[in-house]
Every structure is written in C-alpha cells, then in structure tokens.
C-alpha cells in the first residue's frame, strides 16, 4: 500500500475488531467452507463414474458342461457325508445391482454343505453360493473325476 492509501483509512484503522452482540462468531471452519468451490451438477461426477464402471455378460454354459457341474455337485454332495473337510474352489457370477452384467468371482475354502432344496453351495466362510451361477468347481475331489455323456 502506498501511503497515500494508508492515509485514507487513517481514521478507522487503529479501531478495535467488531463484534456483535447479538450474533455468534462464525466458526473459521464455516467460514472457510463459504468459499469451497460450488457443484452445480450434484451428483454428476458418481453417474459418469458409475457410466464407466465395466461389467461382464453372463456367459452361458453349454449342455455338456451343465451336465459336468451337475455330476461334480451331486459327487460333492456325497462325499459330504462321509467326509466334512473337503476344499474346492467355486467359479462364479455375481449380477451387478445397478446394472446389466456382473463380475466372475472364485471363492476358495471348505463346503459345509450342498443345499439341493435351496439351490446353493453354502461355504465354511458362510459364503452361498447360487446353482445358477456356477461356471466351474475344482478341487482334489475332482482330480479322478471323468464324464461319460
């Protein structure tokens, strides 16, 4: 400032700070977020993350294959009754909730039982796994197993 300027604010610049009486003092943080930058478009920035997510199709098995997962279902399902620590790997697809397609996911661990009245492989972990959604099963169980369709 030059000192010409400085001149002319020479009778309120020695004055004490205001402060109402009536109204609080505004919190610096409040203060400060008066002057955060303003998003006119809510939301908009999410739906074109949202937009760009990627998503898999379903892929559909063939016959033969369904016909192998069955056997392999119906083979782990009785081994679960003799014994309990059996470990595989199940090969899934999970629908996306908010749009079409999904994600395949391998959930890894011990069966704790094959539910045939509900249609699902309910894992140790607490995991359920859908029929419907299988497009593979492997494990040591399945390492002498052959089909003959």
Do not use: C, W
Not at 44 to 67: C, F, H, N, Q, S
Not at 76 to 103: H, M, S, W
């Amino acid at each position: 400032m030059t000192s010409k300027e400085l001149h002319n604010y020479e009778d309120i610049i020695s004055l004490p700070h205001h402060v109402s009486p009536v109204h609080p003092q505004m919190a610096v943080a409040d203060r400060a977020a008066q002057f955060s930058p303003f998003a006119a478009l809510t939301g908009y920035e999410d739906a074109i993350k949202e937009t760009g997510r990627l998503t898999k199709e379903r892929v559909e098995l063939e016959e033969d294959a369904k016909t192998v997962l069955d056997e392999k279902l119906r083979l782990l399902r009785d081994r679960l009754v003799e014994k309990r620590d059996i470990e595989v790997a199940v090969t899934y697809f999970k629908p996306d909730g908010q749009k079409e397609g999904g994600a395949y996911f391998t959930a890894a661990g011990r069966v704790r039982k094959v539910d045939v009245y509900e249609g699902v492989i309910k894992m140790e972990d607490g995991a359920r796994i859908s029929f419907g959604e299988i497009m593979a099963i492997e494990g040591e169980l399945f390492s002498d197993f052959e089909y003959y369709g």
